[in-house]
């Protein structure tokens, strides 16, 4: 995906600018290709909720983690609290994103002259 980002304000990938990719690279008219990506995230999140994991092949796994309850301080007082029991949402990337995240890291040209 060589995909520029529009706006160097929020360097992120939109749900909007997926439906827009949708749009133009497979042909989906507007609503429908806006459909499309809301339902794969609601279906996602649909699973996550019912305690779920989530995996998808060459991307990661969003896992949920229960974390248990524990003392703590308010940072501005110092006095303690109690936090509360919660179960939180973990992301491990696929061998193959960590891959191609990787690659870009060298990708760029090199500027020692050959010897």
């Known amino acids: 995906m060589s995909e520029p980002v529009d706006n160097l304000e929020t360097p992120a990938l939109t749900k909007a600018q997926l439906a827009d990719m ?3 690279q497979i042909g989906l008219n507007k609503r429908e290709s806006k459909d499309m990506v809301d339902a794969f995230f609601d279906l996602i999140a649909d699973g996550l909720v019912d305690g779920k994991d989530v ?3 060459g ?3 969003f896992h949920i983690r229960t974390k248990a309850a ?3 301080r ?3 007082t ?3 609290v109690a936090i509360e029991a919660r179960r939180v949402v973990t992301f491990h990337a696929s061998p193959k994103l960590k891959e191609q995240v ?3 890291v060298g990708a760029a040209p090199s500027t020692t002259p050959d010897a």
């Open 70 to 72: 524990r003392p703590g």
């Open 102 to 104: 990787q690659a870009t």
């Open 74 to 76: 308010n940072p501005r």
């Open 22 to 24: 949708l749009f133009d």
């Open 59 to 61: 991307f990661g796994n």
């Open 55 to 57: 995996k998808i092949s």
């Open 78 to 80: 110092g006095e303690p």
